[in-house]
């Protein structure tokens, strides 16, 4: 069957945790169909990275998407009703794009991956083409929730979850089916669209990439990773290294705490003003920070769906410290091997008893998360049977996973 998969970052390297359910989607696909991916591309690195797709995808079309243009054109938006998320993920080449596609491939199916590209499938040229839409989580949700707090860009926060949310129950309404990761998120979706069926297609570990090939670190180190310009993890990474870490330090002499993964912004860059601190902006390979260190913490006080970093580092050996809105958006399966505590104070006991523990015993902890459940192709199956049922007319199920 021949499936047009669009996505609003280029799948590939799967290096953060959109690009990481997405790349594994894409792989799902492409087991049992021919997939044309479309992608926005947001600068020349992501470009670049292409031709690791081009042997899973039967084709690969990347749109560049101009930061500056999108910025003067969101702020002309405001007077509108179109979404943000939509006005800044948006190119005037994709249109012209999808149409030579279609016209060339005649695609049966199409897949949405995550809301700000489901206004693509519902347009034309492909308004005609039975979808699905890859929620993955509730964006909406997360816009109200910043729109919460006081400050300057409140108000946009909430213009923003309001209008995301009418195009979210718009979506649902036209789509052949709806996924999302959690339970958590489908309950909101409940809410969000009553009546509306959605499906729960959790995401996985590739587990044997991150099973670690030695014994576990004994050096006390604890490692945050993630992508440092999302602004959940930023200030994340900033409450940690200011609230909590100077109480472990204290405690565990020697402890080291690495702040792991590309575009770190200057408040995060700032943070490694204390020697304890490291900030390594992009690497690699993320598994060899998590084998050499002892346990991993992940403190965002705003998190929607499943937090990738979680399960990775369980599948690399080591407990990790959460805050309730991670713990929440995990699966059963990994939760034994974490923590959790919501405050300063708490966060920090909870790493500091973990530190003082036989290096063994903390990855007894991490393999009590029963992760061998929680194979990506095991969990992305469903999208399978769901592109089938779309091609053939047939209604999404209730019923959920």
Not at 75 to 103: E, F, K, N, Y
Not at 234 to 261: D, K, M, N
Not at 323 to 347: K, Q, S, Y
Not at 362 to 386: F, H, N, S, T, V
């Amino acid at each position: 069957m021949r499936v047009v998969f669009l996505t609003h970052r280029l799948p590939y390297a799967p290096n953060r945790g959109d690009r990481i359910r997405a790349y594994h989607l894409l792989r799902t696909l492409a087991t049992e169909h021919d997939v044309h991916l479309v992608s926005l591309v947001h600068d020349a690195q992501e470009a670049a990275e292409v031709d690791g797709l081009r042997s899973i995808a039967r084709s690969v079309t990347a749109i560049p998407v101009s930061r500056p243009a999108r910025l003067a054109a969101a702020a002309l938006s405001l007077a509108g009703d179109r979404p943000l998320t939509q006005v800044l993920l948006h190119s005037p080449a994709i249109h012209p794009a999808l149409r030579s596609l279609i016209a060339r491939e005649r695609p049966e199916v199409a897949v949405a991956f995550c809301t700000a590209m489901a206004r693509y499938t519902v347009e034309p040229p492909l308004s005609g083409v039975p979808w699905i839409l890859d929620m993955v989580d509730v964006d909406s949700e997360k816009w109200r929730t910043m729109g919460q707090a006081s400050g300057p860009l409140a108000m946009i926060y909430r213009r923003e979850a309001r209008l995301l949310r009418a195009f979210e129950r718009r979506a649902m309404s036209l789509a052949s089916a709806t996924t999302i990761v959690s339970e958590r998120e489908r309950t909101l979706l409940g809410q969000i669209a009553p009546g509306s069926a959605s499906l729960v297609v959790p995401n996985g570990i590739d587990v044997q990439a991150f099973h670690p090939p030695g014994p576990p670190a004994e050096t006390p180190d604890v490692i945050f990773c993630g992508v440092f310009n999302y602004g959940p993890n930023e200030a994340g990474a900033r409450w940690l290294a200011t609230q909590v870490w100077p109480s472990v330090t204290r405690a565990v002499p020697g402890a080291t705490l690495w702040l792991v993964g590309m575009h770190p912004t200057a408040a995060v860059r700032e943070l490694a003003s204390d020697p304890t601190v490291r900030v390594t902006g992009a690497v690699p390979q993320v598994q060899p920070y998590l084998w050499r260190s002892a346990v991993a913490a992940a403190p965002l006080q705003l998190a929607r769906g499943i937090q990738n970093k979680v399960l990775e580092a369980l599948a690399a050996g080591l407990p990790c410290v959460v805050t309730p809105p991670v713990l929440e958006g995990l699966p059963d399966a990994a939760r034994p091997g974490c923590r959790v505590a919501a405050d300063p104070a708490g966060f920090a006991d909870a790493l500091i008893e973990l530190l003082a523990l036989p290096a063994a015993e903390r990855r007894r902890i991490a393999a009590d998360a029963e992760l061998g459940r929680l194979g990506w192709g095991a969990q992305l199956a469903p999208m399978l049977d769901l592109v089938r049922q779309a091609a053939a007319g047939r209604p999404q199920p209730a019923a959920t996973r």
